[in-house]
């Protein structure tokens, strides 16, 4: 079973233009993350964001986190055709332990 | 360091013949992760690990897959007897903190 559903699926841009990816989750939790996967790779972590943060920044990266709504959104900005991959948040559940259940990910592919 | 690594890449067997994957972690790291990828789907949870401790492995069909983590280091995933539907991914993870390292996946096909 996953934990988290992003949104939208897919997602097709031009290089330059922003990328944001939703992600929605059903229990309380510690922290969220967010991971790269390439075709054919292993998953890289990106960021994380613990439940008591609103608002993280890493280089092009912009994540937040709202735990009223049980959701978080990944802003890629001035995006690069590099960064097309498969974007998977994640989620460690409150209460302790290091659960680390995915959602489906989102698809995105930056045209050059 | 040279990271998680999974052994083998890539795994092409006949169904009903057993499988094995293993995998090393980063030395230090005490959780280790098993995870089923489907294509265009994300990571699910077989089991995970402390230590030498499997904590939860709910997930796992126990009828016909088995893990190990001897001395709480190296993991083996096994299956048998397997079956058309094992067809996938299988990511070794390991972690010690906030962030997961992924091993770059055994993709298993079973025809």
């Known amino acids: 079973s996953q934990q988290g559903e992003e949104d939208p699926q897919a997602l097709s841009i031009q290089e330059g233009e922003n990328a944001t990816m939703n992600c929605s989750y059903k229990t309380s939790i510690n922290n969220l993350q967010w991971y790269r996967q390439n075709s054919g790779r292993g998953l890289v972590h990106l960021i994380l964001i613990r439940s008591n943060e609103r608002e993280k920044h890493s280089g092009r990266l912009r994540v937040t986190l709202d735990t009223s709504k049980k959701s978080s959104s990944l802003l890629i900005t001035a995006s690069r055709a590099a960064d097309t991959a498969s974007y998977f948040c994640a989620t460690d559940p409150s209460g302790g332990g290091n659960m680390l259940t995915f959602g489906g990910g989102t698809r995105l592919m930056v045209k050059p | 360091e040279a990271g998680v690594v999974q052994s083998p890449r890539y795994k092409i067997i006949e169904k009903k013949q057993p499988v094995a994957f293993w995998c090393n972690p980063i030395s230090g790291h005490n959780t280790l992760y098993w995870y089923l990828q489907n294509l265009g789907q994300g990571p699910e949870l077989l089991i995970r690990?402390?230590?030498?401790?499997?904590?939860?492995d709910s997930q796992l069909p126990k009828d016909r897959f088995s893990a190990e983590r001897l001395k709480g280091v190296d993991s083996t995933l096994k299956i048998q007897p397997a079956e058309l539907g094992d067809s996938a991914v299988y990511l070794c993870?390991?972690?010690?903190?906030?962030?997961?390292?992924f091993g770059q996946g055994t993709r298993l096909t079973v025809v």
């Open positions: 993870a390991s972690r010690f903190g906030a962030e997961a390292f």
């Open positions: 690990y402390e230590n030498e401790e499997a904590v939860d």
